[in-house]
């Protein structure tokens, strides 16, 4: 089992509902899981634990209460940090305590996609600003009958800058659509966000998207994890480069992986209709 | 106010319908809007003043009348331009001239794309050929019911080359549906440009669909012209490029513009509830 | 007429059911049409030759049977073969033995992609891993209603080595679907396929599936063969490039391309209202 | 001939020393060359001309006097210009203006590289700055023994954005060296360049440097047209691309050149021991 | 002044010698400076700091004692670490183990290269294996008439893995020799690393590279921080990226950083022939 | 030991001079060893044997006779069939033809790159046109006192296309020089292509060169072979990208062969001063 102590961060609750899958779940509901720099730092470290904690591998994310799944950016917070941060009247070195200051919070969002196990996401009510740069650093989103996505970023006057505008052109087809969200800032709904792909499946309320999350997090669970982290890490290598960059780079791969036990007893466990197990990785 | 004597062109008619909002009219509707060479330099001259014209923040582009969006290449006009233009009988010497003249008609199409406002396409009835190529240079697409749309130039023997090649397999996640398109010329309707990602938005007629670009454009228009400047550059860019690469972009571009007055104002006029208003850019 | 004798091989029917049209049908239907080595190889070879031979122009793949376009890889005979390959103790003479096998594989395949003719795909029945990799390597996939696909890969304990993983991102629009299919391995139905962009068009039943793929493939040899071949190579650059490395390396291609013959040809038929002819390439 | 009329630009000499050959002369002696705003522009002009002048085959790029090939920027009117332009006290739009102003710059040092026809670079006496950005986006350099190179712009307080950071890593082996060169500004000679590799040859003065650029221009314009633009084209995008992605270029473009009746000439005449000559291109 | 607390790690020395220049010298001479894995750790630790420490503007990294500048990676410590590491019989499980501890050790010494202070390596003595990865990741590289270079790693049975091999062909021209000292594990001297460009000055010995170490840092330190920092860090973006991307990224960059005060600063005491001295960053 | 009787080809002797060490020898001295279609086709034929031949560690390909490496592509053959071959008047016909054509011969080129064992190239005497192509193909390169180079193909009226300009750029530190080669086809000597870059050493004579490229190719070949054939496949790799895609890939590649017995074994021969074994690859 993994151990809780190591997933004992203020703002997050961390849990373990079925054998090697973890559930994180951003918990400030009274704010709407509204993101202080805190926030951002510790989902680091609980993501940075995961990707190499034997004992899990696969995770749900999703936000406390019935309201949202977040709502963003603590506005408030984040005027006091970001924007008062570099005390100095020279435009160059203010940019460079932003720039600094960017890297870093992406990096928080990043850890999610760099972790080695596959993160399913539920999106449920608000949706707004950093909810679409955290979701689409997870590899399968899903939402509810009610959740409202918003583009929030030029609202309040920027550009989304921790990813979210890098990451949904790799993300959705329909480009005209892309464009259409970020640069108006709209709220949409889930018929919408399954019609042109930035989910996979909606379900009615947020019960039963959590439980079908846990239940497709179990079945990538019970596969071998050795299969699980390659597929993850060969579609994200090959997303960002050529076709003919993504075979060579899953010919090294598997170059090693294919020598895994895990397919012998996959394949074997296959053929005898039992459920394998494989050993920890 | 832009200046209207800035876009004085033959065919074209430039309008500014709402503050910050300009509509550029292919107006040749005799000839369903079919493109002579004299048009697309007039084009590319347009959008290079619209792109920098700090009276202007968002676009509109649509064809005049009620027949086409445009009916693409007058193949009359290009076939005593294009083809008669090197006179000679070398083949290589013929080549270097159709290459100077393809690279000068696509840098024509680019500076829609190239352009620092959003624009917005309204592709109606006949959309054939270069229509294509110029509503993939545009940011957002929508159409109507009876918007017939074709890449049509495999029908006239040739590989289409003023960018529907290049642009189609980055703004539609549909691939098979890409080649079958661009394979067989056939004509195909809203529904199918909606399913797989064409377009974002279908409107019932050319009239509420202008309509209904109009009112987009103008509440892009009423967003920081900052944060929407960097919202087409980084989505841009990211298109073109690895997610890292996106992500280190962003936070050079964003070290400069989050230094924007912008920011306060959009953040506290939306706290107050009313509509921010922008300086110049 | 194509030279019949040239495509004579065991596990495959290639026939010429239309002109300009050739048919490659895998046939091995009493094992579900699974694939053991000399298939591949005799796969590659098949569209090595078709790639240049100038009586054809468009090319339909299929399975043979009622019951499955492919059920995949013959574990049974991969285990005998790719596993048991490198007979050493030694992790990394066996790596180098595994990489040599899986680029040797990826590049049979691959040789679809490579083939200067379209090819269309039906996929019908049992559709599973090895298809995948397959039919994203074809332009162009047709599916029935009773389609059963899967990225089966992980259930035997292995990251999809063939071209799935890499060609997937590259093909569909949808992500998270696309991560949510390969790393749970389940089986899906044409609706979603249809749905989320993994086939173009949803055919009622096999039969159907072939006569639409025939009139396509039939419609799309009837195009100049020049227009078709440079269609399928620029969609191709450019998926795997920015837009600016795709304009410039079509303003090469049509450099030569241009001046065809087809080119008038096309056009004069096109005013006459009747099909023109074009000569081989 | 060229039209000399067509070369009319003040603070250039454009005159044609050979068959085939250009020479530009950047001509302010008396500000050792110095470049304001209005140089750049006309230099863009010169070398768009020169592009496409069927009468010219290579080009000699030298700078009047005997004090310096050029001292770089006028900072006098840099700083009137550039940083006093944008009239606004928002740090964003600022920015935006500098943005714009830099690309526009960039541009018109970018069409040396972008002309079809090889640059030769003579650079003697002071070559600071400017000078080195522009020498880069030539072809060919030479200096002279007493050259006084230098990349000064960090003494200026800013990292120098023309050009030289972007190529001088694609242009010269030694990365210590570019290094050590840029970030200390320090003045070099001709021993260091030619070591290092940023020169191909040294001679002994001005006078012969320039006579000796003269000669290579002569015997590059002697040689095929196709070939030679070829030649500059293909190195240049394969420096930027990878070695496959060279290669496949290539194809593309020789699929054209290589039909030129110049092969036949060259190879004829080669035979012959005589010189050919080549139709305009 | 830097707070010297904030460097106080086993086996570095780290001492500021002049205003804004750091020295930091590893400091393990009885070992001949070879690695254990607290060192490459620690090594990252202080160039994190360093990056961002506003009382540092440039870095000498040396190594203590006459002997080596290190020896590499002590490989008994290594073997003890690395290859233990995985306690499972699965080499798949073993190569996610190893994979892990190669990240993880590139990314230490990636620090170097990332650290936004330029930073001069002075080679002298035993310079093999890890000692060619660690220069490379280095701005500068200074040597002594008595260094033994030798990419070391073919000689304990592996590919370098922490650098050499990836920026070695990004570092030097001569890709013969590259391949023939990576291949062959030989000794080379400082005039064949002079000659093909490893590097960029080669001094008596190591007493006098480390005084002209500290000149040129100190040069560096006295220039204007914002433009050593976008220096740096443009070259680096530029190294890895084509041309014209590199120009678009320096546009972005200068576009805030030419808003800075020392511009006026280092303009205004370059005409007053006196230093000029700019605030921390 | 290898099998002769595996590579025996007209025009090549194939022999085995030492250990784990191939000799290639292009054998048509009567002609300077001047290429005809078959026998570039054989060389690929070879290198692919050479390739996964377990008896073969390293290779040294040299020119038969005194006169000559290679004087390059047989014009006379060439003229009958590369440009002979498509017999059509279209232009567009030829060209697809003629990329045919270029594409099979730059792939038996690359087969020496492809090639997992490193190869030495010894250019002694004339070495022209496609000796450079080859020799770039390489992974080293010695030549002689007397060689004499030259990229000739714009003499005879095209831009080299089998891989000259492609690789020079990327094999050569100095690309004023690079141009200055191909833009003039002048001969030069081992002075400047050791100076430039091109070579990495001279040797009095041919007889000399041969014997010093057998020792470095028998030293290599004593190395473990999965050390060798890593290292070339990395720097090749990292020399296309980027140096955070080169670390990623050694990462994945080294997960593997980092668990090869060879390192113990390796090691302990170091400690021992005696030579290591190692089991075939």
Chains 1, 2, 3, 4, 5, 6 share one sequence.
Not at 103 to 112: A, G, M, R
Not at 143 to 159: P, R
Request: charge should be neutral; glycine fraction near 6%.
């Amino acid at each position: 089992m993994a151990n809780v102590a190591d997933y004992n961060y203020e703002f997050y609750n961390v849990t373990f509902p079925a054998e090697y899958v973890a559930h994180v779940e951003i918990n400030r509901p009274e704010k709407m899981n509204a993101f202080k720099e805190i926030m951002w730092l510790n989902l680091s470290a609980i993501f940075k634990s995961l990707s190499h904690d034997p004992s899990i591998r696969s995770i749900l994310l999703t936000g406390a209460g019935p309201r949202a799944f977040t709502a963003g950016l603590d506005v408030q917070a984040a005027s006091s940090g970001q924007l008062s941060a570099p005390p100095t009247s020279d435009a160059a070195r203010k940019a460079v305590g932003l720039r600094r200051h960017i890297l870093e919070f992406q990096d928080c969002i990043s850890s999610i996609e760099k972790c080695e196990k596959p993160v399913i996401c539920i999106m449920h009510g608000i949706s707004y600003g950093l909810a679409i740069d955290m979701c689409l650093s997870c590899d399968i989103r899903f939402s509810t009958e009610t959740t409202q996505f918003s583009v929030k970023e030029v609202d309040i006057g920027l550009a989304a800058d921790i990813g979210t505008l890098s990451r949904l052109p790799h993300s959705v087809g329909n480009h005209s659509w892309v464009k259409e969200i970020a640069l108006s800032a709209r709220i949409f709904g889930s018929d919408e966000a399954l019609q042109h792909g930035l989910v996979s499946r909606v379900l009615p309320d947020k019960k039963t998207a959590v439980e079908e999350g846990l239940k497709l997090a179990s079945l990538i669970a019970s596969k071998s994890p050795v299969a699980v982290m390659g597929t993850k890490e060969i579609i994200n290598y090959s997303r960002d480069r050529s076709i003919a960059d993504g075979l060579n780079y899953t010919a090294a791969w598997n170059a090693a992986m294919l020598q895994t036990q895990d397919m012998k007893d996959a394949m074997l466990s296959g053929l005898q209709k039992r459920q394998a197990t494989f050993s920890k990785l």
